[in-house]
């Protein structure tokens, strides 16, 4: 640590100081963590026992939603990553406009417009609004927990297929390197030896492509629980949008959103953390 | 030009045909005219200066270079661009190359079995008992476990080799095996490729090892341009090349 370290340190913390006085002082701004933490986790009136409030439900809704998204998101991206690739004219075209459509364009003008189709015409032919809120299927703590509660099941659907389809088109072109950075010897020695375009694909392009591209996927992974906080914007009941009810109703701004961000902080940072962890003892096994 | 391919074996059936193949990279002429036709159990040297079509050549004949003129036979059946069915012919057709290209995500023995367990439909007890004879063969059956980055790269070549021979083929292909190793480990992989001659498997090799071109080869085809400009025995090739251009690249040979 150096005198440049010491007087830098003595600056962000004069900076802090200064924007918790302005705060404070010249906004008359009245603290009360303790209103915003009851959103958090509250005591149950009946029972008596603690339970998650509003923000912790949204935490939970947002990591379910981050699950499931990424889940479809990867096998969306594997399949138009591979037709990036492709031999064939059509599945290079439809993944190419897949691609550029939703890389320029906003992410909200697209989730809008997403939103609206799958809400107005897919649910209603594939039946999500005709499944009963109360039957045996839904109503088990299975479901819940994959899904959430189920009188929110097509809003969670809504979104979560938004988010994965927004995702799915930058996986797809992580996906279009991985392929692509195998050398040409590799489908050379496979194709000779008689193998399918498929299974040289399956056997040997896949399984080293997908060693190279674990890293910048797991930073999509990350990206994509960030994300994820866009859906709000169609009222899905993750934890962005109960942030903003909370905000509103307690009237405390401050203290909600810092609470958020230190959730999603945690959140990110927690994988983050989990995948490089991860990386190394692969890259130790390696050697 | 000199093309006497039907004169050294007249009657056997071909196992492989060339007949007018020409091959373009835009407006260069990688192959141009190419006769040339194989039959069963020979063993055919290409050899010529870097950039003459060899390599195109032989890629042409189980099609990892399309051909844009002319007709290519592989045991009977014609291979064409983008046609159905080139995986069977492939399976007919081993092919061994500079860079080896072995699985580096699969062990050895893994890299030996996966053709046959694929495309055989061989079971995985067979397919490693067939893959662990040919790496005896090819005297590298303690190195099946590990993974080709911790091989040397004449024992990459020999499982490539192998590999190569699990699929059971009728005509091997070799493109310059021998140039991407280091003096002392080409004799391992010549060795290896002698004893195939010996078993009468037919070859169609690319290299410039002269010695081994001597040994075993029924005919040399020399290669210029895209074109061949000679086909001749070993003996007459090496000692009395006719044309001036084997002349001039024979004696840039020997002058390394
Ligand atoms: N994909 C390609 N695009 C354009 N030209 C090519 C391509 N592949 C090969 N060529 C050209 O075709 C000619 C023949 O190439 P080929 O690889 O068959 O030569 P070679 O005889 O095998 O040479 P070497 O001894 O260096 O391997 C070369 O001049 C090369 O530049
Ligand atoms: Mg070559």
């Known amino acids: 640590m150096t005198l440049v370290d010491l007087v830098l340190f003595g600056l962000v913390a004069a900076l802090i100081a200064y924007a918790a006085y302005r705060v404070n002082d010249v906004l008359v701004y009245h603290w009360n963590w303790s209103r915003v933490f009851n959103f958090v986790i509250r005591v149950d009136e009946d029972t008596g026992s603690l339970v998650p409030n509003l923000l912790l439900q949204g935490l939970a809704t947002t990591l379910r939603l981050a699950a499931w998204a990424t889940v479809l998101a990867t096998i969306i991206g594997l399949v138009m990553g591979y037709w990036r690739t492709s031999k064939n004219l059509t599945l290079r075209i439809i993944s190419r406009c897949y691609v550029e459509l939703i890389r320029n364009i906003p992410p909200v003008v697209f989730i809008f417009i997403f939103y609206f189709f799958v809400s107005s015409q897919l649910f209603p032919v594939i039946g999500i609004d005709s499944i009963d809120r109360e039957g045996a299927l839904v109503t088990n703590s299975v479901f819940q927990f994959f899904f959430g509660d189920p009188k929110l099941l097509s809003n969670f659907l809504a979104g979560m297929l938004c988010l994965a389809l927004f995702e799915a088109a930058y996986i797809t072109e992580i996906v279009r390197a991985g392929i692509q950075s195998i050398d040409k010897g590799q489908w050379e020695a496979a194709r000779a030896m008689g193998l399918s375009r498929f299974n040289v694909l399956r056997d040997v392009i896949l399984p080293q492509a997908i060693r190279k591209i674990l890293p910048p996927l797991a930073g999509q992974f990350i990206t994509l629980i960030k994300d994820s906080a866009i859906v709000s914007l169609i009222s899905i009941q993750e934890l962005t949008f109960l942030a903003t009810e909370v905000a509103s109703s307690t009237t405390k701004v401050f203290e909600t959103w810092i609470t958020v961000a230190a959730m999603y902080f945690v959140l990110c940072y927690g994988f983050a953390s989990v995948f490089r962890y991860l990386e190394k003892r692969a890259a130790k096994a390696n050697r | ?97 500079q860079s080896f290209n ?155």
């Open chain 2, 1 to 97: 030009m000199t093309n006497n391919a039907d004169q050294t074996t007249p009657q056997s059936t071909p196992i492989v045909e060339l007949v007018g193949v020409c091959k373009w990279y835009g407006e260069f002429s990688a192959l141009y005219d190419i006769n040339l036709s194989i039959s069963n159990g020979e063993k055919v040297v290409i050899c010529g200066p870097s950039g003459s079509g060899k390599s195109t050549l032989i890629r042409c004949i189980n099609q990892l270079e399309v051909h844009q003129a002319g007709t290519i036979t592989v045991s009977g059946r014609e291979v064409k661009p983008e046609m159905k069915g080139i995986e069977h012919i492939r399976r007919d057709v081993g092919m061994v190359f």
């Open chain 2, 102 to 256: 072995l699985f580096p995500h699969l062990t050895v023995v893994d890299n030996l079995t996966l053709g046959p367990i694929r495309n055989l439909g061989m079971s995985k007890d067979d397919a490693t008992k067939t893959a662990m004879e040919y790496l005896e063969r090819v005297q590298i059956a303690e190195q099946a476990d590990k993974f080709p980055v911790q091989l040397s790269g004449g024992q990459q070549q020999r499982v490539a080799i192998a590999r190569a021979l699990c699929m059971k083929p009728k005509l091997m292909l070799f493109d310059e095996p021998t140039s991407a190793l280091d003096p002392e480990m080409i004799s391992g992989v010549l060795d290896v490729m002698i004893e195939l001659a010996n078993d009468g498997m037919t070859m169609i090799v690319v290299t410039h090892e002269m010695g081994f071109a001597r040994q075993v080869a029924d005919r040399v085809v020399f290669m210029d341009n895209g074109e061949i400009v000679e086909i001749a025995d070993p003996e007459t090739f090496f000692n009395n090349p006719t044309t001036d251009r084997a002349q001039l690249f024979l004696s840039q040979l020997l002058s390394h």
